[in-house]
C-alpha cells in the first residue's frame, strides 16, 4: 500500500498523511490485521515510511466526519465489510457493529460483500433495510448516514436515513439520489 501510495503522489507537495483503516484503532495504530486486507498493518512504521507524520484512523469514523451535521449520527459504511461509527455530540466513536451476530452468521456476512455475492442485489437489500432498522431502533441516533463504496448499489435508502457520497465523483445516477437526500 505504502509503495503505490507513495508512486501515485511522487510529484506531490505534502506535510502529512491521513489512513483511513478499516479496523479498530487505538492511539493512532491499527490493533488488528484487517479481515478484509492483506496482513501486516499491526506495528507498521507509517511514519518511517512515508518520511512524513501519519495519523491512522477507523476508515469509518474518518468517513463520518466528512457527514457530521451535529448532535448524534450513526455512520453505516456498505463496502467490502460493514463499518461503523457513532459521533455524539463532536466526540468520535469507531464501533466495530459489523461483527455482531446475525442470523446465521454476522451483520458483516449479510450486508458486506460476501452477502452482496451470495445473495444477490434483491436479498442483499433487504438485508442491508433490516439491518440499518434494527441499528437505529437500538442506538436512537439522531442522524443516520449511509455510505461505503456499494451504497450506490441500494434502490433506494433505508427509512430513517441519508446518503453519504463521494465529493470526488461527477453526479451519475446513483450520486445524485444520494446527494439529494443530503439537502
Known amino acids: 500500500m505504502v509503495s ?3 508512486k501515485l503522489s511522487r510529484d506531490w507537495k505534502y506535510e502529512a498523511v491521513s489512513i483511513g483503516y478499516p479496523g479498530p484503532v487505538l492511539q493512532g495504530r491499527p490493533v488488528a490485521e484487517p479481515h478484509n486486507l ?3 498493518w499491526v506495528g507498521f512504521d507509517f511514519t518511517a515510511a512515508f518520511r512524513r507524520p501519519v495519523k491512522v484512523v477507523n476508515d469509518a469514523a474518518m468517513q463520518a466526519l466528512g457527514s457530521y451535521r451535529g448532535g448524534k449520527m450513526l455512520f453505516l459504511g456498505l463496502g467490502t465489510g460493514f463499518g461503523s461509527a457513532m459521533i455524539v455530540n463532536g466526540i468520535v466513536e469507531p464501533m466495530e ?3 455482531l451476530p446475525y ?4 451483520y458483516e456476512d449479510y450486508v458486506g460483500r460476501r452477502g452482496l455475492e451470495r445473495d444477490g442485489k434483491k436479498k442483499w437489500r433487504r438485508h442491508v433495510a433490516d439491518v440499518v432498522t434494527r441499528l437505529i431502533a437500538a442506538l436512537e441516533p439522531d442522524d443516520t448516514v449511509i455510505g461505503g463504496g456499494n451504497a450506490r448499489k441500494l434502490d433506494g435508502l433505508p427509512p430513517g436515513s441519508r446518503g453519504g457520497f463521494r465529493l470526488w465523483e461527477r453526479p ?3 450520486t445524485r439520489m444520494l446527494s439529494k437526500r443530503l439537502t
Request: aromatic share 0%; proline share 6%.
Open 4 to 6: 503505490g501510495v507513495k
Open 38 to 40: 492483506g496482513r501486516g
Open 97 to 99: 457493529l459489523g461483527h
Open 103 to 106: 442470523k446465521k452468521g454476522t
Open 172 to 174: 451519475g445516477p446513483s
